[in-house]
């Protein structure tokens, strides 16, 4: 079990928009950056947000995170079906000095 | 370009050793902290372990401390994790990985390698 907890699947259809979340506490998402990243199946994890809601280049902007208090949120509009994948949010535990990821939340577009 | 090029994962049995390495191009290796993450296959991704960009901190998570031992040669480029007592709960693609952070690390990963398999079975 993942001290960050993450629903382990979400589903929408092709141009919808769905919302992902990640729960952590005081010592990790409550005092540091939160960063989400994605992994479809068979290639390497891809950062999407840094700094809570930073994009890197060639992020497009469908992708959105936001933070409040020791939670965060990643959004993305206009599903397409190559978003089909797992998504993972990650912080630094202040406290346990690791770095965390939550559980993974897989994204099915109907 | 940011190229992060593991090897050294094979089949090894339980109990046995293994030496992960990973090759950096693109950047300055030097001046960049890095990580060693695994996923497992059917699980979610896990973080195994931090090297600082000097080399003179390391982290590591409560799964792998005592067995794992991460290292870097910064005159070469080069991420190391060597591993002992491996069980088969260490089975896993081990990928290497840069923090975002110059001279610093704050626990967020930009550049990602393919991974490496590691396959621990008698």
């Known amino acids: 079990q993942s001290v960050l907890t993450q629903p382990p699947s979400v589903s929408a259809s092709p141009g919808q928009k769905v919302t992902i979340s990640c729960s952590g506490s005081?010592?990790?998402?409550?005092?540091?950056?939160v960063s989400w990243y994605q992994q479809v199946p068979g290639t390497a994890p891809k950062l999407l947000i840094y700094?809570?809601?930073k994009r890197p280049l060639g992020i497009p902007d469908r992708f959105s995170g936001s933070k409040s208090g020791t939670s965060a949120t990643l959004g993305i509009t206009g599903l397409q079906t190559g978003d089909e994948a797992d998504y993972y949010c990650?912080?630094?535990?202040?406290?346990?000095?690791?770095?965390?990821f939550g559980g993974g939340t897989k994204l099915t577009v109907l | 370009e940011v190229h992060l090029v593991e090897s050294g994962g094979v089949v090894v049995q339980p109990g046995g050793s293994l030496r992960l390495s990973c090759a950096a191009s693109?950047?300055?290796?030097?001046?960049?902290?890095m990580h060693w993450v695994r996923r497992a296959p059917g699980k979610g991704l896990e973080w195994v372990s931090l090297?600082?960009?000097?080399?003179?901190?390391?982290y590591y998570a409560d799964s792998v401390k005592g067995r794992f031992t991460v290292s870097r040669d910064n005159s070469k480029n080069s991420l190391f994790l060597q591993m002992n007592s491996l069980t088969t709960d260490d089975s896993a693609f081990y990928y290497c990985?840069?923090?975002?952070?110059?001279?610093?690390?704050?626990?967020?990963?930009?550049?990602w390698g393919q991974g490496t398999l590691v396959t621990v079975s008698s």
């Open positions: 090297i600082s960009w000097f080399g003179d901190a390391t």
């Open positions: 005081s010592s990790n998402i409550g005092r540091n950056y």
């Open positions: 990650g912080t630094w535990d202040t406290n346990l000095s690791v770095v965390l």
């Open positions: 693109g950047f300055a290796f030097g001046d960049y902290a």
């Open positions: 700094n809570n809601d």
């Open positions: 990985a840069r923090d975002v952070f110059y001279r610093g690390f704050i626990g967020q990963i930009d550049y």
